[in-house]
């Protein structure tokens, strides 16, 4: 069945785009053990026709341009990478799967292992799993040197649009996809940032200890734990839903590592900060996230036995550290900075050829591997997009998840829809086997749990 909506004009688009720097550093450090993917997985209560939806993402790719290209072909002596737009796809993209047993649990791990290849456009791989209960889930791998999550799910509200047939679908929520405040007072404003809020210092910052002992030994590629867990809410004071991630998240990797009789801190965590416009179709598709680090470490030390000593953090103590974190966040997504710091953009300036700048890139990655975060957290908020796709419906549940290599072994990425926090817990097989990453989830809840302004909240 084809779609009769009438077309628009496609955006004018060069057929050549330079390399930008995150794309470029992605490319230099691929390892084919650790794939460099980004899950995306939609669960939707009904059927999906195939051509309908082929038709419906062809029109959405004419619309984003860039979401449709390949990597030009180059030789280790040219000074740029090249993405190279193409007029049409080069691989149909959308693979239906009947339902059956393990079908879905396979089409996940395909995620983790199979990246699809920068020599064919589009770069994404959507498997249209039925599921046994009549629903189906839209199964989305793409290839994290081409883009990242947020553009490829504003691409598929494109396809949603398209395919329901009807008008552009107005945005879920206003505000970039902020959670909304909990109701009752109203929420202070965040204290003012100390001078050197949220810059982590000198000092080495933890790892997450490794834990095998369950499957025997360390494995290979990555592994994925999906939670689905009640909306937390915006504290009174201000904190808000990514402040109490955070806080979670660092309460997680110290009272893991005490666990383990390794040290607790100072725990560093990588946050990724899109301050792109989701809900406009001219949305910037690419890599568009700049990465920043949120340092935990001196400021907690005199908490840190009522954080991490006892059956459950301390309420007091944890308001105390959302509080500092507050102020960290905010200094933090205040300030510019390149999407990989001063050295990305020196790596990446055209003065050495590419071959050059790849052995440079993969030198300096590897000798800065000890001074990496502890961990990752990506938190997209709630999905601002409705992602109708008529019949087939409005999608229950929305993960994402980011590649984790080593060696920091650990990335979480939050997403909120109908109510609900989506977590996905991606880690490294090298580091931890499944039974582990189940009991990091497990002190992810109790993390939350503990940021909860109301003891009885369900989250």
């Not at 309908?52 to 030009?72: G, I, M, V, Y």
């Not at 990797?253 to 560093?268: E, I, K």
């Amino acid at each position: 069945m084809t779609v009769t909506q009438p077309a628009r004009p496609a955006p004018a688009a060069p057929d050549r785009v330079p390399f930008p720097t995150v794309d470029e550093v992605s490319l230099h450090c691929t390892d084919p053990v650790e794939p460099e993917t980004v899950h995306i997985e939609l669960h939707f209560p009904g059927r999906f026709e195939p051509e309908r939806l082929r038709t419906a993402l062809a029109e959405a790719s004419r619309r984003h341009p860039r979401f449709q290209q390949r990597k030009a072909a180059s030789r280790w002596w040219h000074r740029r990478y090249q993405w190279q737009v193409t007029a049409e796809a080069d691989v149909d993209p959308v693979t239906f799967l009947p339902a059956g047993p393990g079908v879905l649990e396979a089409a996940r791990e395909r995620t983790m292992t199979d990246c699809p290849p920068l020599d064919a456009a589009p770069p994404v791989r959507i498997e249209a799993v039925e599921t046994g209960d009549g629903g189906t889930v839209l199964m989305t791998t793409v290839n994290h040197t081409a883009m990242d999550g947020p553009s490829c799910l504003r691409v598929l509200a494109t396809v949603a649009e398209v395919y329901a047939g009807g008008e552009p679908q107005r945005t879920a929520a206003a505000g970039g996809g902020k959670s909304p405040a909990r109701t009752g007072p109203k929420a202070a404003a965040a204290p003012p940032p100390a001078a050197d809020a949220g810059r982590p210092g000198p000092a080495r910052p933890a790892r997450i200890a490794g834990d095998t002992s369950s499957s025997g030994s360390p494995g290979t590629g990555n592994g994925l734990l999906l939670l689905d867990l009640p909306a937390p809410r915006r504290t009174s004071y201000g904190a808000t839903v990514n402040d109490q991630l955070l806080v979670a998240t660092c309460l997680t990797a110290a009272r893991w590592n005490r666990a383990h009789g390794t040290r607790t801190g100072p725990v560093r965590i990588t946050m990724p900060v899109d301050n792109r416009a989701r809900e406009s179709a001219e949305m910037l598709i690419g890599n568009g996230t700049r990465l920043t680090e949120v340092g935990f470490g001196p400021e907690e030390r005199a908490d840190a036995e009522a954080l991490t000593g006892g059956e459950a953090p301390d309420r007091a103590a944890v308001e105390r550290l959302l509080r500092a974190t507050m102020a960290r966040t905010h200094a933090l997504k205040s300030e510019p900075s390149h999407p990989l710091g001063l050295y990305g953009v020196l790596l990446t300036a055209p003065v050495l050829p590419v071959g050059v700048r790849g052995v440079l890139a993969r030198t300096l990655r590897s000798a800065a591997a000890p001074l990496m975060s502890t961990t990752l957290l990506s938190n997209l908020g709630r999905i601002v997009y409705p992602l109708d796709f008529g019949a087939a419906g409005r999608p229950t549940a929305v993960w994402v998840s980011a590649p984790s290599r080593m060696p920091r072994g650990l990335a979480i990425t939050a997403a909120s829809t109908a109510g609900r926090l989506h977590l996905a817990v991606r880690y490294s097989r090298a580091l931890l086997d499944h039974a582990a990453a189940v009991r990091i989830g497990e002190l992810m809840q109790q993390g939350l749990a503990a940021c909860a302004e109301d003891p009885g909240d369900p989250a």
